[in-house]
């Protein structure tokens, strides 16, 4: 891996200003992604995986703030890029999907002029071309009769076919790399592998770089050729998926592998996590924010976290790997 | 569409309904015999009767219902004591002064509110955002016949801007041709723009008046709806596409927000017919509130019951009308169950 | 409950003007109370020597066209402008209250009669069914609070309504219904008081509308008769004189008309805020 990465992010800290309190909702977090690769950010919700995304891509609420670190993108700095620079990047060289595609969408406009709105903005595409390629789009993400189609409201459309509005949306532009928040979440099961597979494929077809953001291990290891296991916004453990889930370092990883039903597990061998997220109000957060939920606790834990780098850009932060 | 605008129209026949019944009622909850109110003091017993009899007062009140609506269907609304001349013809010739008002003093509050309440939304906690509580909840406070009578002061009394508060146009000018009856319109439409200026100098004072009575729902309406739409999640999709600024808060947030603040014209329009009578009684307005408030002091009962069913129906056809636009608007209505 | 205390200390103070509303409040209480005898002048006093003078250190506010002190007049009506606005929401909220909790309740029959009579009040703008029903009924103070009641009815109906019907099945009222309580009993006794907090809300929010329909009552010339000071008509007293620049005679009862549902609009915003977090702006 000597290739710079599409996306480099480093020891970045966002926190929130909440009437409870300063909310430390990411705590030096590191991942990067390369050209052309699928990626998954894997962990509970609250774990801080939209808040990574929403800070990369710059629509973080306007109550939260990085604190500290780097996004680099195609060499420049997303954290320190001005909101005009960004706008320009958004929609033409990084996207992002949602879940619960129905909400997702603007209720009262027709999906193919929102397709339109995207392409004006960042394709240099002319008001007169728009409708025409929005069709095209909805063609590349297989929707049936898609001149029909791009005059319908959400409303009109089932959710399956919402995400795939969404995707067009994200992809119109070919951007180097999406960011896809939990796309199947609220979608029926057998369409939700239709959508991760046409993502994978277009995905491919343009060799862009793709980051998954699930708290579905199973189809994190079935995507993506790495994850990034986040917990309480810290990124607890990073390594090759099979290396993962052969040998993973990280207790609370273990862990979430037992919980991931698997065909051959029975119901009965699948273990649930103990206690939950701890308080992230708290002004006396403990170093390892997993060390009240985990049984290989040691006195070194209450000491600054460690992060064991391996040379393949594995990562561990623990005292008391496995 | 075409079916559900269809359906709406007929939802209005209760509406309408319930108008006639209290309308009905009121007439016949006039204190003391009617009759004897109608044959003055001086009469006998048997003029009394003959009185009862020819206002159908013998019969019982399903009867006399009936004799009402039919009456109101022949356009029959009574004749006025004061002026002998007959009700209908009283509220025909008013209404257009009343209307022009109503529909000038909505224009300027939504012209006023929607942008207030839109700044508001789009910079929480800032000055304008605070201004626009403060501006509010002042503007509901006020009585509009107060605040009619405040401005009056400074700009006609002390600052000498605005012509005197008499009526629709000053002596010096007369009215344009009487096509629609509104001044601005007809005057427009003759191309007399000398008596345009001066019946919208006349008119912009009451107009105000009106305003600010009246936007206060309009702007918390705007702005709370604003500030949902804009932390919903289409509007993240549409930043996370990099749209413009413009685009997103305009073509994106403000449309959907609109819905809400349509629905809720029909409160304004209560809010500004009622406003309407005292705002007339202010600036000496020829309209159907200062014929109403006339024939109250006189006792003058036909023309009160005239005025109230007027204004009832006009307030039906206005929300109904809203309701068509809220149909017309929104591609959603009649798809959800 | 500490939680409850908690929360309201919260709103008072990051909401000073809530508590500036609570102040306006007391001082009104104090002049509806004791006015009459904290009124340096009678207020019925006429002298025409000192006829239209404007505010001095005599006359605070000034004297009106018959040399009468306006400050006292104004004060002393206090009583008159909240008392009607007063009787008129206690007599809304015994009507509203009730008969949407029971339509909320019962459903069927009783909801749609309900509903049917809401909807042909809010058929009508409200202030001109107003003008109608003391016209129809006949010229007095009485029936000003009626009409008032009459129009603001809808409004309890259906906040009253909607609360009904959420806890119609709650917990609470089917545990109060098989321990053996009749409906009547398990509607006063365990879902009103529920729904009063939002209920008293609503009340101090129509308050002020109630003063001001009042008021627009008078100014237009029905109920109250001159010379009671009655804040509606020593605006429409004033009002002749402001085009000639005695701005005294409609200003000081115009403020005070103002000021007083200022207060009441304030105070039922936060009153919301207290009973009702989510809705909190």
Same mark, same amino acid.
């Given at each position: 891996?000597t290739?710079?990465?599409?996306?480099?992010?480093?020891?970045?800290?966002?926190?929130f200003?909440?009437?409870?309190?300063? *909310?430390?909702? /990411?705590?030096?977090?590191?991942?990067?992604?390369?050209?052309?690769?699928?990626?998954?950010? *894997?962990?509970?919700?609250?774990?801080?995986?939209?808040?990574?995304?929403?800070?990369?891509?710059?629509?973080?609420?306007?109550?939260?703030?990085?604190?500290?670190?780097?996004?680099?993108?195609?060499?420049?700095?997303?954290?320190?890029?001005?909101?005009?620079?960004?706008?320009?990047?958004?929609?033409?060289?990084?996207?992002?999907?949602?879940q619960?595609?129905? *909400?997702?969408?603007?209720?009262?406009?027709?999906?193919?002029?929102?397709?339109?709105d995207?392409?004006?903005?960042?394709?240099?595409?002319?008001?007169?071309?728009?409708?025409?390629?929005?069709?095209?789009?909805?063609?590349?993400?297989r929707?049936?009769?898609?001149?029909?189609?791009?005059?319908?409201?959400?409303?009109?459309?089932?959710?399956?076919?919402?995400?795939?509005?969404?995707?067009?949306?994200?992809?119109?532009?070919?951007?180097?790399?999406?960011?896809?928040?939990?796309?199947?979440?609220?979608?029926? *099961?057998?369409?939700?592998?239709?959508?991760?597979?046409?993502?994978?494929?277009?995905?491919?077809?343009?060799?862009?770089?793709?980051?998954?953001?699930?708290?579905?291990?199973?189809m994190?290891?079935?995507?993506?050729?790495?994850?990034?296991?986040?917990?309480a916004?810290?990124?607890?453990?990073?390594?090759?998926?099979?290396?993962?889930?052969?040998?993973?370092?990280?207790?609370?990883?273990?862990?979430?592998?037992?919980?991931?039903?698997?065909?051959?597990?029975?119901?009965?061998?699948?273990?649930?996590?103990?206690?939950?997220?701890?308080?992230?109000?708290?002004?006396?957060?403990?170093?390892?924010?997993?060390?009240?939920?985990?049984?290989?606790?040691?006195?070194?834990?209450?000491?600054?976290?460690?992060?064991?780098?391996?040379?393949?850009?594995? /990562?561990?932060?623990?005292?008391?790997?496995? | 569409?075409?079916?559900?605008?269809?359906?709406? %129209?007929?939802?209005?026949?209760?509406?309408?309904?319930?108008?006639?019944?209290?309308?009905?009622?009121?007439?016949?909850?006039?204190?003391?015999d009617?009759?004897?109110?109608?044959?003055?003091?001086a009469?006998?017993?048997?003029?009394?009767?003959?009185?009862?009899?020819?206002?159908?007062?013998?019969?019982?009140?399903?009867?006399?219902?009936?004799?009402?609506?039919?009456?109101?269907?022949?356009?029959?609304?009574?004749n006025?004591?004061?002026?002998g001349?007959?009700?209908?013809?009283?509220?025909?010739?008013?209404?257009?002064?009343?209307?022009? %008002?109503?529909?000038?003093?909505?224009?300027?509050?939504?012209g006023?509110?929607?942008? @207030?309440?839109?700044?508001?939304?789009?910079?929480?906690?800032?000055?304008?955002?605070?201004?626009?509580?403060?501006?509010?909840?002042?503007?509901?406070?006020?009585?509009a016949?107060?605040?009619?009578?405040?401005?009056?002061?400074v700009?006609?009394?002390?600052?000498?801007?605005?012509?005197?508060?008499?009526?629709?146009?000053?002596?010096?000018?007369?009215?344009?041709?009487?096509?629609?009856? @509104?001044?601005?319109?007809?005057? @427009?439409?003759?191309?007399?723009?000398?008596?345009?200026?001066?019946?919208?100098?006349?008119? %912009?004072?009451?107009a105000?008046?009106?305003?600010?009575?009246?936007?206060?729902?309009?702007?918390?309406?705007?702005?709370?709806?604003?500030?949902?739409?804009?932390?919903?999640?289409?509007?993240?999709?549409?930043?996370?596409?990099?749209?413009?600024?413009?685009?997103?808060?305009?073509?994106?947030?403000?449309?959907?927000?609109?819905?809400?603040?349509?629905?809720?014209?029909?409160?304004?329009?209560?809010? %500004?017919?009622?406003?309407?009578?005292?705002?007339?009684?202010?600036?000496?307005?020829?309209?159907?509130?200062?014929?109403?408030?006339?024939?109250?002091?006189?006792?003058?009962?036909?023309?009160?019951?005239?005025?109230?069913?007027?204004?009832a @129906?006009?307030?039906?056809?206005?929300?109904l009308?809203?309701?068509?636009?809220?149909?017309?608007?929104?591609?959603?209505?009649?798809?959800?169950? | 409950?500490?939680?409850?205390?908690?929360?309201?200390?919260?709103?008072?103070?990051?909401?000073?003007?809530?508590? &500036? +509303?609570?102040?306006?409040? !007391?001082?009104?209480?104090?002049?509806?109370?004791?006015?009459?005898?904290?009124?340096?002048?009678?207020?019925?006093?006429?002298?025409?020597? $000192?006829?239209?003078?404007?505010?001095? +250190?005599?006359?605070?506010?000034?004297?009106?066209?018959?040399?009468?002190?306006?400050?006292?007049?104004?004060?002393?009506?206090? $009583?008159?402008?909240? !008392?009607?606005?007063?009787?008129?929401?206690?007599?809304?909220?015994g009507?509203?209250?009730?008969?949407?909790?029971?339509?909320?309740?019962?459903?069927?029959?009783?909801?749609?009669?309900?509903?049917?009579?809401?909807?042909?009040?809010?058929a009508?703008?409200?202030?001109?069914?107003?003008?109608?029903?003391?016209?129809?009924?006949?010229?007095?103070?009485?029936?000003?609070?009626?009409?008032?009641?009459?129009?603001?009815?809808?409004?309890?109906?259906?906040?009253? $309504?909607?609360?009904?019907?959420? $806890?119609?099945?709650?917990? &609470?009222?089917?545990?109060?219904?098989?321990?053996?309580?009749?409906?009547?009993?398990?509607?006063?006794?365990?879902?009103?008081?529920?729904?009063?907090?939002?209920?008293?809300?609503?009340?101090?929010?129509?308050?002020?509308?109630?003063?001001?329909?009042a008021?627009?009552?008078?100014?237009?010339?029905?109920?109250?008769?001159?010379?009671?000071?009655?804040?509606?008509?020593?605006?429409?007293?004033?009002?002749?004189?402001?085009?000639?620049?005695?701005?005294?005679?409609?200003?000081?009862? !115009?403020?005070?008309?103002?000021?007083?549902v200022?207060?009441?609009?304030?105070?039922?915003?936060?009153?919301?805020?207290?009973?009702?977090?989510?809705?909190?702006?």
């Amino acid at each position: 891996m000597t290739s710079v990465p599409l996306l480099d992010v480093k020891d970045l800290s966002v926190e929130f200003r909440t009437r409870g309190g300063i *909310v430390k909702a /990411l705590d030096r977090v590191d991942f990067s992604v390369e050209k052309g690769e699928m990626i998954a950010i *894997v962990g509970e919700s609250g774990s801080g995986k939209s808040v990574s995304a929403y800070t990369i891509m710059g629509i973080l609420d306007p109550a939260g703030k990085a604190t500290s670190g780097s996004a680099v993108f195609g060499g420049q700095d997303l954290l320190r890029a001005k909101e005009s620079e960004l706008r320009e990047l958004r929609g033409r060289e990084m996207s992002m999907i949602f879940q619960n595609p129905r *909400v997702a969408l603007n209720p009262i406009r027709r999906v193919g002029a929102q397709i339109a709105d995207v392409l004006i903005e960042h394709g240099g595409v002319t008001r007169a071309e728009a409708p025409g390629r929005a069709i095209d789009m909805l063609k590349k993400v297989r929707i049936p009769d898609p001149e029909r189609r791009a005059k319908a409201y959400p409303f009109e459309l089932s959710g399956g076919m919402c995400q795939r509005i969404m995707i067009a949306i994200a992809l119109a532009c070919s951007p180097k790399l999406l960011i896809a928040d939990e796309p199947t979440t609220g979608l029926d *099961v057998t369409t939700q592998a239709v959508i991760m597979d046409l993502i994978a494929e277009l995905g491919a077809a343009q060799g862009m770089s793709t980051v998954l953001i699930t708290h579905d291990l199973g189809m994190a290891a079935e995507y993506c050729n790495r994850i990034v296991v986040m917990h309480a916004g810290h990124v607890v453990e990073t390594a090759p998926t099979a290396e993962l889930f052969n040998n993973p370092r990280h207790p609370y990883t273990a862990r979430l592998i037992a919980a991931t039903p698997r065909p051959t597990a029975s119901l009965r061998g699948l273990a649930s996590i103990p206690g939950s997220l701890p308080d992230l109000r708290a002004t006396h957060i403990p170093p390892c924010r997993y060390s009240l939920r985990c049984e290989r606790k040691t006195p070194d834990c209450d000491k600054p976290l460690p992060v064991h780098r391996q040379k393949d850009g594995a /990562l561990v932060a623990c005292w008391n790997p496995l | 569409m075409l079916l559900l605008i269809g359906k709406r %129209l007929l939802s209005a026949i209760p509406s309408v309904i319930g108008v006639l019944v209290v309308t009905f009622l009121l007439t016949r909850a006039l204190p003391g015999d009617p009759a004897a109110y109608f044959a003055g003091p001086a009469a006998t017993p048997q003029a009394i009767a003959e009185i009862r009899k020819s206002l159908g007062l013998d019969k019982s009140l399903p009867e006399q219902f009936v004799v009402y609506v039919k009456d109101l269907a022949r356009g029959d609304l009574g004749n006025s004591i004061a002026t002998g001349r007959p009700v209908l013809e009283e509220v025909r010739s008013r209404l257009p002064a009343s209307l022009e %008002l109503t529909l000038l003093g909505l224009v300027v509050s939504v012209g006023i509110a929607v942008p @207030l309440g839109v700044l508001a939304a789009t910079r929480p906690g800032s000055w304008i955002d605070h201004s626009c509580r403060v501006i509010t909840t002042a503007g509901v406070s006020l009585p509009a016949f107060f605040t009619g009578l405040l401005l009056i002061y400074v700009l006609y009394y002390l600052l000498g801007w605005a012509p005197a508060p008499l009526g629709r146009l000053d002596i010096f000018n007369s009215a344009p041709r009487d096509i629609t009856g @509104l001044y601005l319109v007809d005057s @427009l439409l003759v191309g007399d723009l000398e008596t345009f200026w001066a019946a919208l100098k006349q008119l %912009l004072l009451p107009a105000f008046t009106l305003a600010v009575f009246t936007l206060a729902p309009i702007a918390r309406m705007t702005r709370a709806s604003m500030l949902e739409v804009l932390s919903s999640d289409f509007i993240r999709t549409a930043r996370a596409s990099g749209l413009s600024p413009g685009k997103v808060v305009y073509a994106y947030a403000f449309r959907n927000a609109m819905l809400p603040v349509v629905t809720t014209l029909g409160m304004v329009f209560s809010f %500004l017919l009622g406003a309407n009578v005292l705002v007339e009684k202010v600036f000496s307005w020829p309209g159907i509130g200062t014929f109403a408030i006339e024939a109250l002091i006189a006792s003058d009962y036909a023309p009160i019951q005239g005025f109230v069913l007027t204004m009832a @129906l006009m307030y039906v056809l206005l929300n109904l009308a809203i309701d068509v636009l809220y149909i017309v608007i929104d591609p959603r209505v009649g798809f959800e169950a | 409950m500490s939680e409850t205390w908690k929360h309201i200390r919260y709103v008072l103070t990051e909401n000073p003007v809530t508590l &500036f +509303a609570f102040g306006l409040f !007391g001082l009104l209480l104090i002049c509806a109370l004791f006015g009459p005898w904290l009124a340096p002048h009678d207020p019925l006093f006429t002298d025409a020597a $000192r006829a239209l003078k404007p505010p001095s +250190a005599q006359h605070w506010f000034g004297t009106d066209a018959l040399g009468r002190d306006i400050f006292s007049r104004v004060l002393v009506a206090t $009583r008159l402008d909240l !008392g009607i606005a007063f009787s008129a929401v206690i007599l809304t909220f015994g009507i509203g209250a009730i008969a949407g909790i029971a339509a909320g309740y019962f459903g069927g029959w009783t909801d749609r009669v309900v509903g049917r009579i809401a909807d042909t009040i809010m058929a009508f703008p409200l202030f001109v069914l107003a003008m109608g029903i003391v016209a129809a009924l006949g010229n007095t103070v009485g029936n000003i609070v009626i009409a008032t009641a009459i129009i603001n009815m809808p409004l309890y109906a259906r906040v009253a $309504r909607a609360e009904a019907n959420i $806890r119609r099945n709650a917990g &609470f009222v089917e545990a109060a219904r098989l321990s053996g309580n009749s409906e009547g009993r398990i509607l006063f006794m365990h879902i009103l008081p529920n729904i009063l907090p939002i209920l008293m809300v609503q009340c101090s929010l129509t308050m002020g509308y109630a003063i001001l329909n009042a008021a627009g009552l008078s100014f237009i010339g029905l109920g109250i008769a001159p010379p009671t000071p009655e804040w509606g008509i020593l605006v429409a007293e004033g009002a002749q004189y402001i085009i000639s620049g005695e701005w005294w005679v409609a200003l000081f009862p !115009g403020l005070a008309l103002m000021l007083a549902v200022f207060c009441f609009n304030l105070l039922g915003d936060g009153l919301r805020d207290m009973v009702d977090p989510r809705r909190r702006t």
